[in-house]
């Protein structure tokens, strides 16, 4: 019964597994006679699947298997992305922070690891994620729990995406009246009241044809976009979508975690039934790539409604170089701690993952990212590549600028990597690239970042500065074109920038002639090469030619809306609510054009 004796009854719901209503009632005397509501959802089911970046997805170790045994016991976390204290992620500082490269390139081998699945997930209810109502505290977490681990959420990273999939879980399935959703300006010229026969009932509909505003976008984007239509709107209304999320090994080939993605279409259509006819795939950064790769798999675009792309790199991003040359820690001091402060970390783990070195600038990236200029700023050499970056930079062994230094294959307590397993991943990555060049969905959608505050690496800008020499005169100094043309082992490279052409670490005497003084070396050289910092717009990660590459890439017109926007970093980007308007503005154009579930057919 309720307080209010006149107030309907109306049986609380929940989901199951399958995603369908389960309604909860008490039997009550029978005495009480009015009836109780069961309200129903739409029928029709259209999940959300999210893909997340480069090391945006939880793994664990791969259990080991002894020939004719069963794999040995569940593997122990590798790379987990859980918020921890005050939203910060402990267990990757503590883990992480300083790992030799041994070590890491040990640890965080494609073959060794797969996707953890227990990571964090939201404690809430949010949308289509409820618990049955009467449960305490604890099977009510449980509850949550269970839901959520089936949706995926537990294998990707809490810090950077759940406040995002919870947002959008809520906006896409907390209710189904289109003309009560908070996100669009529903006016009362957009309305017309509909009686129901027989009775006094009557219904409130959206009139046809009617453009809808989105404030959420902002006046400058709403007015470079075409108009949400109230028949877009009604046809959203059709769908329950629940959101998903799909992590993958990102050491391995996005091939591989492509695969991955289709087999979990695949499920979640089984497990839906028949009124499941597609999916939507929303996309971060390097999950953009996957998901192109995916929708090329035989059968798989007919069963992808569309696709929404964030901040991708759709033609690779040239600080995937630099940080194999010279690390991270003058990117980002504490993420390069994690992450690999110098190239040799950095080295020894790219070097054997395929996902990592398809994040290079492809074929398609414009020639002559990477160059060299003498101190006056005049170029020292030819603009790199000419034509192929794979043969001239990314397997070039003999100039010193090539991405890797071969002893870096072999780091100590590593476990070595041949230059021919490195050679065979770049080709890997070559073959990959060539094979999405210019591909996507039919229905694609694309946000990029375009901010001068979030700076990004349009190309490597090598620059020589004079070293110093302290002991003795100073020698003829080499040329720039005889420096272009050094070899690995004519140069000092110890993974930082500079990188030091000539001299040597030479010891400098203690102030006051201190015995105990601690013994502190300078670097001689006759050129110091200084890997330069940031020099184009972008979100800190990808440039903006790359960011903007799929409106001009795309074969056939397939890219639907393509947007920039300033104002956010990479991995916080779809913390942007230009960027979450963006993405649902771009959800209900390609629900508007989804296969219609079979129940309405």
Excluded at 178 to 189: L, N, R, Y
Excluded at 211 to 235: H, R, T
Aim: proline share 9%.
């Amino acid at each position: 019964m309720t307080d209010n004796p006149s107030a309907p009854r109306v049986a609380p719901m929940t989901y199951n597994a399958r995603g369908n209503p389960v309604h909860t009632w008490t039997m009550t005397p029978s005495s009480i006679t009015d009836p109780v509501h069961c309200i129903l959802p739409p029928d029709g089911i259209l999940p959300v699947i999210f893909v997340p970046g480069i090391m945006g997805s939880n793994l664990k170790s791969k259990p080991e298997e002894q020939e004719g045994e069963e794999p040995g016991e569940e593997g122990v976390p590798v790379w987990r992305l859980d918020a921890g204290f005050m939203g910060k992620n402990m267990w990757l500082a503590l883990n992480w922070i300083n790992k030799k490269a041994g070590i890491r390139q040990k640890l965080l081998h494609p073959a060794r690891v797969e996707v953890d699945n227990k990571g964090a997930v939201p404690e809430r209810a949010a949308g289509t994620v409820l618990a049955p109502p009467g449960l305490g505290r604890k099977k009510t977490l449980q509850a949550l729990k269970t839901r959520y681990e089936e949706r995926g959420w537990g294998e990707v990273s809490e810090t950077s995406y759940h406040a995002f999939l919870l947002w959008l879980e809520e906006a896409l399935n907390s209710q189904f009246l289109p003309h009560q959703w908070p996100q669009f300006d529903i006016q009362p010229e957009h309305l017309h009241t509909v009686a129901v026969e027989p009775g006094p009932t009557h219904i409130t509909r959206l009139k046809p044809e009617m453009p809808i505003g989105m404030p959420g976008l902002g006046a400058n984007l709403a007015s470079q976009l075409p108009s949400i239509l109230s028949d877009e709107l009604v046809a959203r209304a059709g769908y329950r979508m629940p959101v998903h999320a799909c992590g993958y090994n990102w050491l391995d080939s996005n091939k591989v975690a492509a695969q991955r993605l289709a087999d979990r279409i695949d499920e979640l259509m089984h497990q839906y039934g028949r009124n499941c006819q597609q999916v939507i795939l929303v996309t971060h950064s390097m999950g953009g790539l996957v998901a192109r790769r995916c929708a090329q798999l035989p059968g798989m675009a007919a069963k992808i409604a569309g696709v929404v792309h964030g901040v991708m790199p759709a033609t690779g991003a040239p600080v995937a170089y630099r940080r194999c040359k010279v690390g991270m820690s003058d990117e980002d001091p504490i993420a390069g701690a994690v992450i690999g402060p110098t190239g040799q970390e950095v080295t020894a783990v790219f070097a054997q993952a395929p996902g990592a070195l398809q994040l290079l600038p492809t074929q398609n990236y414009a020639p002559g990212w990477l160059r060299l200029i003498d101190h006056q700023g005049v170029s020292a050499m030819p603009r790199q590549p000419v034509k192929d970056p794979y043969e001239e930079i990314y397997l070039c062994r003999d100039r010193w600028w090539g991405l890797l230094r071969e002893e870096w294959l072999a780091p100590k307590d590593g476990d070595a990597i041949t230059w021919e397993t490195y050679a065979g991943n770049i080709n890997r990555a070559q073959a990959f690239h060539r094979r999405i060049s210019g591909f996507y969905h039919p229905q694609t959608y694309v946000y990029y970042g375009n901010d001068d505050k979030h700076r990004s690496f349009e190309s490597i800008t090598w620059q020589m500065q004079r070293g110093s020499r302290l002991n003795g005169p100073h020698a003829s100094r080499p040329d720039a074109f005889t420096v272009s043309s050094l070899q690995m082992h004519e140069v000092r490279d110890d993974g930082r920038s500079p990188v030091y052409v000539g001299g040597q670490a030479e010891p400098v005497p203690p102030l006051r002639g201190d015995p105990d003084a601690p013994i502190k070396t300078v670097q001689t050289s006759y050129w110091e090469l200084h890997c330069q910092m940031q020099d184009g717009s972008g979100d800190g990660t990808v440039p903006v030619s790359s960011g903007s590459a799929p409106v001009k890439h795309a074969r056939n017109g397939e890219v639907r809306q393509q947007i920039k926007a300033p104002g956010f970093d990479h991995e916080a980007s779809y913390a942007s609510p230009v960027a979450q308007h963006f993405t649902l503005y771009s959800l209900i154009k390609i629900t508007a054009k989804a296969k219609r579930p079979l129940c309405v057919s």
